[in-house]
């Protein structure tokens, strides 16, 4: 059996400093809170660290698997993702928190299923795409069920509601569709229905409404919807360039709501500047090279598809994160990637990489014969079964002496 690679170095080097970045920062930003509410400075670290644990666990479980046998799971993962995200909204079994019901919560742990439901949607395109050799290039055959995989995940999401998740899944389906070769008319029709349906959404609810342009003009309300983003970019003002100096934020202690989990971004560019926040900001942007190059080096479609997906996911969202931060994008409730204190968000990220890692690893010699054999058996049935159809012989009659019988 041939040795499967090393996993990356570089991979596993970037999200290594992105973890030790959170973990030093959530402690920073939570301890007034944890002290205040818990008398405990280092209470949601301890918490931190329990997630990154189980996530370190999941990312090796995840960088030592045949990363193949997603490819078979990919619709029951797809299918459990929906039963939870449906589930979560059923009054009494989701948590309802800030007016949103994203969470399952079992007194002091939760979970928040869209999440692995961002992981399950990328297998499920991965699939779709790799098991045509032409990818997204026909829309009826893969486009349009990514699409149905995408709607079904998306409407899910919205009823929590959850804007800044549900805008996720399309913006990595149409970066998945793209490199999988579907036509830019296609794109541009999808665009040109999807994005006056999110505006209608949108502009149909005045709360929604002023939260999403508040980032154009915060001032407007500077108590109401524009606080979040003035004491944001406060934040990020008084840092400078060198920042305040690690753990000497001022923004939070009770100013900047959410300052260790949506908002964190902000700590960091006060206690260390405009260079470290350039430097998180680069590393993100590195671990989308690494990902990138890996996906091109993989040893089959699916997992090309796969690191694309996922790196996509992590990548577009860290963006994002720091868009809201920055005030270059509509306030959104989406963590910042290995960063933000949120367990559920740390371990499917932590276990999303260590799939990519995994694809850098490659398969066994064996595992790849062991497809191609499952994919003509497969190619042979569906062979016999369009034959069958230009005749009137059951689909029961497979031998070759009946076949010519009946004939």
């Known amino acids: 059996m041939m040795q499967r690679r090393p996993a990356d170095p570089l991979l596993l080097a970037v999200v290594g400093a992105l973890v030790a970045t959170g973990a030093v920062m959530v402690f920073s930003a939570s301890s007034v809170e944890g002290m205040t509410d818990f008398h405990d400075p280092a209470y949601f670290l301890k918490r931190d660290l329990l997630w990154l644990a189980l996530g370190g666990a999941a990312a090796w479980v995840g960088m030592k698997m045949d990363y193949g046998s997603l490819r078979k799971a990919a619709p029951w993962l797809f299918g459990i993702a929906v039963a939870l995200l449906a589930l979560v909204l059923v009054p009494g079994i989701g948590a309802m928190e800030g007016g949103a019901q994203r969470w399952f919560a079992f007194k002091s742990f939760s979970f928040e299923p869209s999440e692995f439901a961002k992981l399950a949607v990328v297998i499920m395109l991965a699939k779709i795409f790799a098991d045509r050799e032409d990818g997204a290039l026909s829309f009826n055959r893969a486009g349009f069920p990514a699409l149905i995989c995408v709607g079904i995940c998306f409407g899910l999401v919205i ?7 549900a805008s996720l899944f399309v913006i990595t389906a149409t970066v998945m569709l793209y490199v999988a070769g579907a036509k830019i008319t296609h794109l541009l029709t999808m665009m040109a229905v999807g994005i006056p349906t999110l505006l209608l959404f949108v502009y149909s609810s005045p709360y929604r ?16 919807t524009g606080y979040h983003i003035i004491q944001s970019l406060l934040a990020l003002g008084s840092g400078g360039w060198h920042g305040l100096g690690l753990g000497e934020s001022r923004q939070k202690f009770g100013y900047l709501p959410e300052q260790y989990t949506d908002f964190i971004y902000a700590i960091i560019g006060e206690e260390l500047g405009f260079i470290g926040a350039a430097i998180v900001l680069a590393l993100f942007l590195a671990l989308a090279y690494r990902g990138v190059r890996i996906a091109m080096k993989s040893d089959d479609r699916f997992g090309y598809y796969l690191a694309i997906g996922i790196t996509a996911s992590i990548v577009l969202q860290a963006l994002v994160n720091i868009g809201v931060v920055t005030s270059t994008w509509p306030v959104t409730g989406v963590p910042l990637p290995f960063i933000s204190y949120g367990g559920t968000s740390l371990f499917i990220s932590l276990f999303g990489v260590g799939i990519i890692a995994g694809v850098s690893r490659g398969r066994s010699r064996a595992a790849l014969a062991a497809d191609t054999r499952a994919r003509e058996d497969d190619d042979a049935y569906f062979a016999r079964g369009r034959r069958h159809r230009r005749s009137s012989v059951p689909r029961v009659v497979t031998r070759q002496s009946a076949l010519r019988r009946a004939r």
Do not use: K
């Open 159 to 165: 009823r929590e509601p959850d804007f800044g998740t």
């Open 209 to 224: 409404r002023d939260r999403f342009t508040a980032f154009l003009h915060p001032w407007n309300d500077p108590q109401g």
